[in-house]
């Protein structure tokens, strides 16, 4: 009962933040398969030094769950979130302001929805947090080879 909870919250989660998904990521369509991606955004965020903390399997928990919460809508065909960090960045923007850590660890996500695959991230706030953003959109360009 408690998992059909959360799943429930986190969908509804989902459909509000969908509304504003424009506004608050930045997405960017990749003409290949969705392994491909995933493997691109591994390879740029291992590239840079960093290390992958997780990769939360977030298509598969949705198609997963969507019948225990009544739901026979397909989100994604696939879809997974990279998180990690950067000591280097995240103690300059955390020096800047602590509170900053509510934006930590990050995260870049690859999904495929219908016949298209996007790579994207979450915008942050202007001031200090727009180096993460900036981390992030060289990953994400790098990966999808622009």
Do not use: W
């Amino acid at each position: 009962m408690l998992k059909s909870c959360l799943s429930a919250g986190l969908l509804i989660a989902a459909a509000i933040n969908s509304a504003h998904a424009a506004d608050t990521s930045t997405t960017y369509l990749y003409d290949g398969t969705f392994e491909d991606a995933a493997f691109g955004v591994e390879s740029a965020i291992v590239g840079k030094g960093l290390v992958i903390d997780y990769v939360s399997h977030v298509g598969e928990m949705l198609n997963r769950t969507g019948a225990d919460v009544g739901s026979d809508v397909e989100l994604f065909k696939e879809a997974d979130i990279f998180v990690f960090c950067s000591a280097v960045v995240s103690r300059k923007v955390m020096e800047a302001d602590p509170m900053n850590i509510a934006h930590c660890p990050y995260g870049i996500f690859v999904a495929e929805r219908g016949d298209e695959v996007m790579v994207g991230y979450r915008n942050y706030p202007d001031g200090p947090m727009q180096e993460v953003q900036s981390l992030l959109d060289e990953i994400v360009t790098e990966a999808i080879g622009n």
